[in-house]
């Protein structure tokens, strides 16, 4: 299976925790911290957590910080 293999949920593309891990560059506990907080959408269907794609680049853009100029 591919390193980044995109599921589909409906129309959503989901990801799992090891993929959105080596995409957001954080540990699996960090990742479980996200959730805890609410700072990051997940999908639970009989313990299986999944993230839409979306919500990931979502996260990603609203916590983009733009070059600051001198």
């Known amino acids: ?3 980044h293999t995109v ?3 409906g129309e959503k593309s989901t990801l799992r ?3 959105v891990c080596e995409r957001l560059f954080v ?3 960090t990742l479980q911290d996200y959730r805890n907080k609410g700072i990051i959408p997940y ?3 009989a313990g ?6 979306s919500d990931i680049n979502l996260l990603l853009q609203e916590n983009y910080v733009r070059q600051r100029t001198l």
């Open 7 to 9: 599921r589909s949920l």
């Open 1 to 3: 299976m591919p390193k």
């Open 43 to 45: 999908i639970q269907i």
């Open 27 to 29: 540990s699996p506990r």
């Open 17 to 19: 925790d090891e993929e």
């Open 48 to 53: 299986k957590i999944l993230y839409r794609h």
